[in-house]
Antibody, heavy 122, light 107 residues
Framework: QVQLQESGPGLVKPSQTLSLTCTVSGGSISSGSYYWSWIRQPAGKGLEWIGRIYTSGSTNYNPSLKSRVTISVDTSKNQFSLKLSSVTAADTAVYYC??????????????WGKGTTVTVSS | AIRMTQSPSSLSASTGDRVTITCRASQGISSYLAWYQQKPGKAPKLLIYAASTLQSGVPSRFSGSGSGTDFTLTISCLQSEDFATYYCQQYYSYPRTFGQGTKLEIK
């Protein structure tokens, strides 16, 4: 079965760029009708959708983050990545990657990584 | 962005109880609604999508209903493993948005 694993630095300095990678195992990132998403959750708070990518490279971003976010995919490595620029303490959160599966209509987040904590601090 | 509002924000119940959580969308979303369960320190888990379709492997004591702006998640007979936080999420439009969560606690 498909599994997702986030990786990247756990500590990022303010104003720098947060970079995370999600490695997909147990299946090809290019197979099936799937998008690949990023979601984050500040400690003790709710979930915020960051954006998603299709293996063609087509993306959708949350407008609240759009000017700072880039999501990319590397099908040869079975990975997709998140870059968030000009970070501040407000970007401190657990970051999850997830598979966005085409459902009856629309897409739903059916497989999630375990999450990785990113702290923005000098 | 579509605002999703859950009620209550927290709920105390006992094993064996029937509980209902409500989710309201700020505008109509047809049936483009999913429910997730999250336990402390864990990733969310998809329970229900299309408002009422049970994800594979999810126990039948979970059910969902609603369309348009008002939705409910019902757990018919609470088990110990059901104590968690529940989130609704709309996938009708971008950005995808979640409710603030409902924490289900043991009474």
């Amino acid at each position: 079965q498909v599994q997702l694993q986030e990786s990247g630095p756990g500590l990022v300095k303010p104003s720098q760029t947060l970079s995370l990678t999600c490695t997909v195992s147990g299946g090809s990132i290019s197979s099936g009708s799937y998008y690949w998403s990023w979601i984050r959750q500040p400690a003790g708070k709710g979930l915020e959708w960051i954006g998603r990518i299709y293996t063609s490279g087509s993306t959708n971003y949350n407008p609240s983050l759009k000017s700072r976010v880039t999501i990319s995919v590397d099908t040869s490595k079975n990975q997709f990545s998140l870059k968030l620029s000009s970070v501040t303490a407000a970007d401190t959160a657990v970051y999850y990657c997830a598979r966005d599966k085409v459902a009856v209509a629309g897409t739903v987040l059916d497989v999630w990584g375990k999450g990785t904590t990113v702290t923005v601090s000098s | 962005a579509i605002r999703m509002t859950q009620s209550p924000s927290s709920l105390s119940a006992s094993t064996g109880d029937r509980v209902t959580i409500t989710c309201r969308a700020s505008q109509g979303i047809s049936s483009y609604l999913a429910w997730y369960q999250q336990k402390p320190g864990k990733a969310p888990k998809l329970l229900i999508y299309a408002a009422s379709t049970l994800q594979s492997g999810v126990p039948s004591r979970f059910s969902g209903s609603g369309s348009g702006t008002d939705f409910t998640l019902t757990i018919s007979c609470l088990q110990s493993e059901d104590f968690a936080t529940y989130y609704c999420q709309q996938y009708y439009s971008y950005p995808r948005t979640f409710g603030q969560g409902t924490k289900l606690e043991i009474k």
